[in-house]
């Protein structure tokens, strides 16, 4: 892939090419996009998407363009965490055990909390359980069957998120699951398993205070009024050393992005709050990172951006949401919003009936299911832990769970069936 990805870059300045491989794309153009035109060009043995078959081409921000020290910000993430966890009555010597040996093997990204039973799971490409804990200890894969059914039919909750993973937003499902889809909330696999051991050893056997006590803390982290107010310990230790957390990106990437920015309509969508936006992308991509876009979305809430119509809102030169806006115009920065709204802006603006998009991100529900599942634009995931030799490898990979993107497993079959490619690294592109 990582050829794949030169010969991405080496075609923009000229007809802008990416190759991906055949059988990949093959199924998942007869699968999942059946009332899409798909323009591929096939040869033998590869197959060409010219990238110059799509009007406008759009990119998360965190972990797609901005990439993180993730052991660090894992380290730190958990500290946050155990901190707050203890403040709510757990044991510092249990949270307090701190992310370095086994702690940091047990977090990954794609793992499913179980609050009520206590129980951490892996699913595999089925549904099935591929593997699962109890705190932090190993469920033997028979009780596991027992509790769950062959694959999961015994949980009505996980049927309905396998169906459908929107489901998992889902107020019913919200109280009782937790899907971590990034390296935002990966390390609370671990404070919410080590809550759990706590309550076995009291005798518990409903372990759902720790699933609400694990989502408060998630709440209490990220909540956008909190990077202002200063009230999040974690914002407050990412501003503080902007440069131990957050990687300055690659040059070359700025540089393809603004050859990019020549040739396409581009757009940035992030979940983020502007003010936050800025500060990432400003220690990421540079002070001028808002030249590289056409559109800017912040505060989007994906994945319902994409379903959705929420209005979009103005934003003000202090960083503020503003009032409601129909005016859309390029370039632009704007909050909220949805995608049909900006989809028809494009159109308006290159004049054209219909145009296509693609979509780079990382988070597989939000960035790479969502958008071709409902039939907006075309995605390239990208998945850090194909890096093989990652800086953070240690809080990337696990031994403990195998790989999150291991074949066989859901998070494998989501890349498989919905992305039209997946790369290592938006840094790796321009090398
Ligand atoms: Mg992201």
Request: net charge neutral.
């Amino acid at each position: 892939m990582l050829k794949s990805s030169r010969v991405l870059f080496q075609c923009l300045s000229k007809h802008i090419e990416v190759t991906v491989r055949t059988a990949l794309v093959t199924r998942k153009v007869s699968a999942f996009s059946p009332n899409r035109k798909c323009q591929y060009h096939k040869s033998a043995d590869k197959m060409d998407i010219l990238f110059c078959d799509y009007d406008f081409v759009g990119f998360d921000l965190d972990c797609t363009l901005c990439e993180y020290h993730v052991s660090d910000m894992a380290r730190m993430e958990y500290d946050v965490m155990a901190d707050f966890l203890i403040g709510r009555g757990y044991p510092s010597d249990k949270l307090k055990l701190g992310l370095d040996g086994f702690g940091l093997d047990f977090i990954q990204r794609g793992l499913i909390l179980d609050f009520q039973r206590g129980n951490v799971l892996k699913l595999d490409r089925n549904g099935g359980i591929m593997k699962a804990t109890h705190g932090t200890k190993v469920l033997d894969p028979e009780v596991t069957v027992e509790v769950y059914g062959r694959r999961t039919t015994n949980c009505p909750f996980l049927a309905r998120i396998k169906e459908n993973m929107l489901s998992a937003w889902e107020p019913d499902c919200r109280s009782r699951y937790r899907l971590l889809l990034d390296y935002f909330d990966f390390p609370a696999g671990l404070a919410f398993a080590r809550c759990v051991d706590h309550f076995d050893e009291r005798g518990e056997t409903d372990f759902t205070k720790c699933g609400e006590d694990t989502l408060a803390v998630l709440r209490y982290m990220y909540n956008r009024d909190h990077f202002a107010d200063g009230r999040s310990e974690y914002f407050k230790r990412m501003r503080a050393e902007p440069s131990k957390y957050i990687r300055r990106s690659d040059p070359r990437l700025i540089v393809w992005l603004r050859n990019l920015h020549r040739k396409k309509r581009t757009f940035l969508i992030t979940g983020s709050n502007c003010d936050l936006a800025d500060f990432v992308a400003t220690h990421s991509l540079g002070p001028d990172w808002r030249d590289l876009f056409d559109v800017v979305v912040c505060f989007a809430n994906k994945p319902f951006f994409f379903t959705e119509r929420r209005p979009y809102l103005s934003v003000t030169n202090d960083l503020k949401e503003g009032q409601p806006t129909e005016n859309l115009s390029l370039p632009g920065i704007f909050s909220q919003g949805n995608w049909a709204d900006l989809a028809h802006l494009f159109c308006v603006n290159l004049n054209k009936p219909e145009a296509r998009g693609l979509y780079f991100g990382d988070n597989l529900v939000q960035d790479v299911f969502t958008p071709l599942k409902f039939g907006c634009c075309d995605t390239v995931a990208v998945v850090e832990e194909k890096n093989e030799d990652h800086p953070s490898r240690e809080a990337v990979h696990s031994e403990f769970w195998g790989a999150m993107h291991a074949r066989g497993s859901w998070w494998g079959n989501v890349i498989e069936i919905y992305a039209k490619a997946s790369i290592p690294s938006m840094n790796a592109l321009p090398r």
